[in-house]
């Protein structure tokens, strides 16, 4: 199991119970759709697995071992990608290119392989074009693919995506639609979208009332 979420219970401070017993596993091969109402806590399930937030009970088990400090977490936020709900909240740099370079040059890489595979990622989401331009004057739809392509930079083993269709135009959408259907990785992905998780969730879970039902 890549991912393995036993019985979180979650609230924000001061506020009412968002996940009450919610219970998650992830297999390879895997890509597994997160449907559920507004403010069900879809975006909290995916912060506690990455360890942004903690739960207040329950564990999370990430690539083989539990995972409760910070430091246990740095590993799994390597290795499991997640790209935020706003694109806001990810990008940081002034252009894509850097943005997009960020993930592997801390990684490691040197500034050529950076380069390189900056240019391989914009071109496989079909926005090579977008690569000199300034960060914060994006749109919407165009700085969501460019969350996702900061994201796939870093080759993560797992990806966690928070409604990665969302402001994309049709043309967008069918291009993601086919990458994501043929990237190896497991994924875990929130969705609206009824057509696009048609598409490409291979298992299906709602989040109601704190908890996950199949
Ligand atoms: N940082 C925060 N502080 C306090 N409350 C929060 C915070 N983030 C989210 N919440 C609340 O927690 C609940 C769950 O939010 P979450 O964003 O996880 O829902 P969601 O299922 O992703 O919603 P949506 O479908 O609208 O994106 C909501 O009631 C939300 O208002």
Redesign the pocket.
């Known amino acids: 199991m890549l991912i393995d979420l036993r019985d979180l219970h979650f609230a ?2 001061g ?1 009412a119970p ?1 996940l009450r017993g919610a219970s998650l596993t992830l297999a390879a091969g895997e890509r597994l759709a997160v449907t ?10 995916l912060q506690l697995a990455v360890g942004l937030i903690r739960p207040s009970a329950g564990k999370v088990v990430a690539f083989g071992q539990e995972r409760r400090r910070e430091e246990e977490f740095h590993e799994v936020r390597r290795r499991a990608g997640l790209v935020f ?1 706003d694109p806001d909240d990810q990008l940081f740099c002034p252009t894509v290119a850097e943005d997009v370079a960020f993930g592997p040059l801390n990684l490691g890489r040197s500034r050529a392989e950076a380069r390189a595979v900056v240019e391989e990622v914009l071109a496989r989401l079909g926005i090579a074009h977008l690569r000199d331009r300034v960060t914060h004057r994006l749109s919407g739809g165009e700085k969501r693919l460019v969350t996702l392509a900061a994201v796939l930079a870093m080759e993560p083993e797992v990806l966690l995506l ?2 990665p269709t969302t402001g994309l135009d049709q043309a967008n959408e069918e291009r993601l639609t086919a990458l994501l259907a043929g990237l190896p990785q497991a994924m875990v992905f ?1 969705s ?1 979208d009824r057509s696009f998780r048609g598409r490409l969730a291979t298992r299906e879970l709602r ?1 109601q009332e704190g908890r996950l039902l199949s």
């Open positions: 924000y401070p506020g968002v559920g109402p507004n403010g069900s806590g879809k975006s909290t399930l709900q928070d409604e929130v609206h989040l």
